[in-house]
């Protein structure tokens, strides 16, 4: 159902039982699955191509002008896959120059006020709350929660069942499985009850524990450290994901565990 209140272009391609709800606008450009919601007053720019029971709700902006001052009105595109759900006043940056595309998975959850920057890439599960900012060329990798007013600083990666404290402002990759606290941004524990909610093993649990015993918490530096894990854990994908995110960092790691902190 297309509200006679919207305006929807006649070049866009939407999908079957689209509900589009009164003074939402949809540009030209725009691809939209089925059975999407896009909610009252949201935008859908060009460049939008978007999933499946997807919901947009109220004033949300996907595929938004990149907020880069070296964007020069370059044809690019925001895809958004299946299933997510896009709250209130949510901003999503089309890409620039620098990959064409800014990227979200499926299943994600997206609270009100969220902003994600141009050529981001955030992955599938993720959680991302009130008023996190995610600057330009950012990667999310699957199943990571972001409290809020979180921000994360351009180029930064974060490894897939990350958790990151509500009010951190991140500047330095986070690795897999790993908990960062918001007041000193080090290392604060694995994230247990995530990974036990998601079906890992309490045995495979127990390894990313170890090897995240000794990457942080052992005083070795993050190479020797990685060396150390391949000696002592077990092979794993989980392990080999860990120790590939840390040696291929670009930005450095989030800093080891100090003592007098507890772990979460």
């Given at each position: 159902?297309?509200?006679?209140?919207?305006?929807?272009?006649?070049?866009?391609?939407l999908?079957?039982n689209?509900?589009?709800?009164?003074f939402?606008?949809?540009?030209?450009d725009?691809?939209?699955?089925?059975d999407?919601?896009?909610?009252?007053?949201?935008?859908?720019?060009?460049?939008?191509r978007?999933?499946?029971?997807?919901?947009?709700h109220?004033?949300?902006?996907?595929s938004?002008?990149?907020q880069?001052?070296?964007f020069?009105?370059?044809?690019?595109?925001?895809?958004?896959?299946?299933?997510?759900?896009?709250?209130?006043?949510?901003?999503?940056s089309?890409?620039?120059?620098?990959?064409g595309?800014?990227?979200?998975?499926?299943?994600?959850l997206?609270?009100?006020?969220?902003?994600?920057?141009?050529?981001?890439?955030?992955?599938?599960?993720?959680?991302i709350?009130?008023?996190?900012s995610?600057?330009?060329?950012?990667?999310?990798?699957?199943?990571?929660?972001?409290?809020?007013?979180a921000?994360?600083h351009q180029w930064?990666?974060?490894?897939?069942h990350?958790?990151i404290q509500?009010?951190?402002?991140?500047?330095?990759?986070?690795?897999?499985?790993?908990?960062v606290?918001?007041?000193?941004?080090?290392f604060a524990?694995?994230?247990?009850?995530?990974?036990?909610?998601r079906?890992?093993?309490?045995?495979?649990?127990?390894?990313?524990?170890?090897?995240?015993?000794?990457?942080?918490?052992s005083?070795?530096?993050?190479?020797?450290?990685?060396?150390?894990?391949?000696?002592?854990?077990?092979?794993?994908?989980?392990?080999?994901?860990?120790?590939?995110?840390?040696?291929?960092?670009?930005?450095?790691?989030?800093k080891?565990?100090?003592?007098?902190?507890r772990?979460?």
């Amino acid at each position: 159902m297309i509200s006679p209140l919207a305006y929807v272009h006649p070049d866009a391609k939407l999908g079957a039982n689209v509900t589009v709800e009164p003074f939402a606008c949809i540009a030209g450009d725009v691809v939209i699955g089925d059975d999407c919601w896009i909610g009252p007053g949201a935008v859908i720019h060009d460049g939008a191509r978007i999933g499946k029971k997807c919901k947009i709700h109220t004033a949300a902006s996907v595929s938004c002008l990149p907020q880069d001052l070296k964007f020069d009105g370059e044809v690019t595109t925001c895809q958004i896959g299946d299933c997510n759900d896009i709250r209130e006043y949510v901003t999503i940056s089309r890409g620039t120059k620098s990959t064409g595309t800014t990227i979200v998975g499926d299943g994600n959850l997206l609270m009100a006020y969220v902003h994600v920057g141009h050529d981001c890439v955030v992955g599938s599960h993720c959680v991302i709350a009130n008023r996190v900012s995610l600057a330009g060329e950012v990667h999310v990798d699957d199943w990571v929660v972001i409290g809020g007013h979180a921000a994360i600083h351009q180029w930064t990666r974060i490894g897939a069942h990350a958790m990151i404290q509500g009010g951190a402002l991140l500047g330095q990759d986070l690795p897999p499985f790993v908990i960062v606290r918001n007041d000193t941004l080090r290392f604060a524990g694995i994230n247990k009850i995530g990974l036990s909610r998601r079906g890992f093993t309490p045995e495979r649990i127990a390894e990313i524990h170890e090897a995240c015993r000794i990457l942080f918490q052992s005083g070795l530096n993050y190479l020797n450290g990685c060396s150390e894990v391949e000696r002592s854990v077990p092979q794993s994908p989980e392990r080999d994901y860990l120790l590939e995110f840390i040696r291929s960092s670009k930005r450095g790691i989030i800093k080891p565990y100090a003592s007098g902190h507890r772990e979460a």
